[in-house]
DNA sequence: CCAAGACGGTTGCGGGCGCAACTAGTTGTG
DNA sequence: CACAACTAGTTGCGCCCGCAACCGTCTTGG
């Protein structure tokens, strides 16, 4: 009853889901990196610490890696570049010297409060795409797949 | 009757729509290239090449590098790569010298028929978390992310 | 038929990033 | 207290990849 000769299976990558949830997660980014790129010379490991400590004053490395799921080498880096650039200050913690609280600095909080508005409506500009049924549909599956993938916080 | 003091609008990028997105497919991914990675030795380009090239036999470079949205020097070097360890053959195009054409060879498609099974299967089981009409409406959305950025195809 | 430009594919270069080793500081245990 | 195990953060190394320059091959138009 099954086909013998196996009819060699095939897959065609433009409908395979992970690839396509790559290309789309691409294409939104490229989307939006214009923005922090061309407007405020921000890469995104930068812009994640800004829209990270923006939220979370004082927060350590260590925080800022759990919750953009950076590598802590990468943190590191996009912090002690946005230190240079003034717009991030650094201060020991009395609690453990080893650790070193993140605070936007003056031109860093007016950049955020900059970007952040322009960030939040590029991204309302994206979803608008879908009517507000599609989204609640499109959203549950994503909170599904990151549940099941335990990608949460 | 506006508000005076701006209360400083913030963003959490734990529900910044852009950043989840990316999150996910880079989760999404690592499910998967643990199979192309430690039981077939294929890194992602490899791999996506792999697909590409066993379901349009005799394809080019350049086509490949458009239908994966890779740039053609990684498409390149991926091929190069791929030939060295005698997966696929290139062959001169009669028409225009200028273009190889991409075949799978015999143990290219020895590993091509095994892979695509364990793919396959590997999706559906990510899929399933989400139930038939989950899904369905999950995919609706990502249908119209793509046409909307323009990434079909 | 020849020059100029377009195009397929390759490659050197430089930048970004993950890995792992390292420093400095903390915690736990006998 | 001493020593081991652990943690926060930094950094050297090597790999991967995009950029742009390049080579060989078409193509077009004068």
Redesign the pocket.
């Known amino acids: 009853m099954t086909a013998r000769s196996t009819p060699e299976q095939t897959l065609e990558l433009a409908a395979f889901v992970p690839f396509r949830l790559n290309r789309l997660a691409d294409g939104v980014s490229q989307h939006l990196a214009v923005i922090y790129r061309k407007r405020f010379g921000l890469?995104?490991?930068q812009w994640r610490v800004m829209a990270t400590v923006g939220s979370k004053h004082g927060c350590?490395?260590?925080?800022i890696?759990a919750s953009t799921r950076?590598?802590?080498?990468?943190?590191?880096?996009?912090?002690?570049e946005l230190e240079a650039r003034a717009l991030i200050e650094?201060a020991s913690s009395g609690e453990?010297?080893?650790?070193?609280q993140v605070h936007l600095s003056r031109s860093g909080r007016r950049m955020y409060s900059e970007l952040v508005p322009l960030a939040l409506e590029r991204e309302a500009a994206l979803l608008a795409c879908l009517g507000p049924e599609r989204l609640a549909g499109f959203m549950v599956g994503v909170e599904t797949l990151e549940r099941f993938l335990e990608l949460e916080d």
């Open positions: 890469d995104i490991p350590t490395a260590q925080y890696a950076m590598h802590k080498s990468r943190v590191s880096r996009a912090i002690g650094r453990d010297r080893r650790q070193r």
